[in-house]
Structures are given as structure tokens and as C-alpha cells.
């Protein structure tokens, strides 16, 4: 199935968890966050949610700002 | 004779209780650091630790895989707690849902709420501001809005349960100084919440002015980290906040029309 991860569309297994995704994408572990179609969705349930079709992922971090 | 030299301005100051609180946390400095615009990490790290600051800015934004040491690392290793930025954000809706995305990834419940409305001005969009503030400060967020020179608008954002209150002196990164400071006393006088001058501060007369006028703290991003020596400026910046806040609370003398002689008038000689 296809997502858009950080505006950039990829293609991943069908049943993907979150956590799964973070390991394929060699995302930082900490110091992050995720938002699944606009949502914050947080780190304890990452294991058990499935990435959904068409679904647009954002993991963002700080960066020097302000 | 003693010789008084600079480092004996500090304990001066700490010698009379005079705390800086925002929510029920004491800060032990006035003076509030921005990281945006500076040229490395190492540069930086020297200008954070140069500013005595103890609360410094983040923005929140995309991971990037090719990500070297992060501004996370360095900003923890100077021990200063975080202030996630919304810039960039136009909207309600977006910055609401940067500020949730920056309580999830640096675990502060605070948030710097900005949300403007052109990337020329970078001025804030009051409307929109006010709706993410409501939003925020009902989820329980420690909020501090970036808002403009307006004590109605300040109010409205204190009434609104906001735990400071940030206006600008002039445009974001301009240096233009604060090119309203009656409306910035007003706001002090408008709101029971710390106010904060941030943006525009362009050099260190201009944050000595903030504090004067009543500010209680003042927020520095460009003015430091664009300057050609940021640790140097950072410097002068820490010791223009603690000068101004001196002065503020020393109680200066009035201002006079015409002059009023310190020296003795009587027993002048007759030449």
C-alpha cells in the first residue's frame, strides 16, 4: 500500500505497525513524535497501530527555531 | 580602595530577591534565547551557555534522515529547559497540532504559540491566535503567545488563561528595536501575567529598554545568533537584561524640563 511519510509518497507492506515503520525508515528512537492523518498518536500505542492506506504519517523533531 | 569590576554585578543582583516566575516555575534568568539562525551547533552551544539563559526555544519540524548531532543534544547538555516553538504555522489548526506533537516528542506540556499571517511581516494573526490559544490552554498547555503590540489583544490572551504574555517590538528578525514602547508599558499595566518582550530586538540598548519599560523578561533570537560574535553579543544581552531590570526597579529620577544642579549652589566663590 502506498503512504505519504514527511510529504514523500512510499511504499510499504499492507499491516505495517508504526513502531515497524520507524525501524524502516531509520527514524530516531527519541526526541520525536508522530502524527497519523493529522492526529499525534503516541509513542506506548505505536506497537499495536497499524499504518492505514493512503494514510499521511508526519515524525518530526526540534530543530534550531525562534 | 576597592576596585569594583564586572563580576560583581551578578551578586549584586542575587542579594535581593527577585524572582522570575512563568506558571509557578522560577527561572533564574530574564533573558529567554531563540536558537533559530545560528551558523553551527558549536556556535550555539557558545552563545546558550554565554546568555546565562535558562529557557531556550525549538522549533518542530520533519525528521531528517541525513540528521547529524541535533540541537536536542547540545541544548540538554547546557541544561536548559525547552520552549517548542509553532513558527511556520498559519493556522489554528496547525499550530495546535504542532504544539501536541511537541508535547509528545520533548515531554513539555509548554508551548511558544505562534501563529502568523504572511511569511513578509511575520506578524501574528490575531484571530487565529486567540482560537489556538483557548484551544491549547483547554488541554491543559503552558502557553506563552508570540502577539503583537496590542494590550486589548494581550488581555484578551491573559483572560484566556495564557501564562505570558510575548509582544513584539518590531517584525521578527528586523533589529528595528521596539518602535512602540507606549504600547508595550500598557501591556504591562494590561495584564497580572509575566510579559515578554520577544522579536525585533535588535542590540542591547533595545533590551535594556524593554526591561525599563516593565517588560519582565525579554525573548532574543536573531539580535544573538546573528550577530558576527553570538557568544559576545549573548553576553552583552545578559548583562542589558539584568541593567534594565536594575534600573526598572531602582526607581529612577523624573524627567526635568531644565537642569537641576548636583553640585552645591551655596559658598560658590565671588572671582
Redesign the interface.
Known sequence: MTITL??SCHEIADGTTLDQLVVI????ER?????MN?E?V??SVWASMRVLPDARV????????? | MTVTDMSSVAPVVSSVPDPFVIAGQELSSRLLL?????SSLTT?DSAVRASGSALV???????S?T?GD???AVLNRAGVR????T?GCYTARDAV??A???????GTTWV?L?VIADDITLLPDAVELLDAAERLVDDGFTVLPYTNDDPVLARRLADLGCAAIMPLGSPIGSGLGIRNPHAIEMICDAVDVPVVLDAGIGTASDATLAMELGCDAV?I?SAVTRAENPAAMATAMKHAVLAGRLARTAGRIPVRRFARASSPTEAVIQG
Open positions: 514527511n510529504g525508515f531509520s527514524l530516531p526526541g520525536v513524535a508522530l502524527a493529522s499525534v503516541p509513542r508526519e515524525v518530526v523533531t526540534a530543530f534550531q527555531g525562534g | 531563540g536558537t533559530g539562525g545560528a550555539l526555544t525549538v522549533a518542530i519540524r520533519r525528521v534522515l540528521a541535533s540541537v536536542l525547552l520552549l517548542p516553538n513558527a497540532l504542532t501536541k506533537l511537541a508535547r509528545e516528542a520533548l511558544k505562534e525573548l533570537a
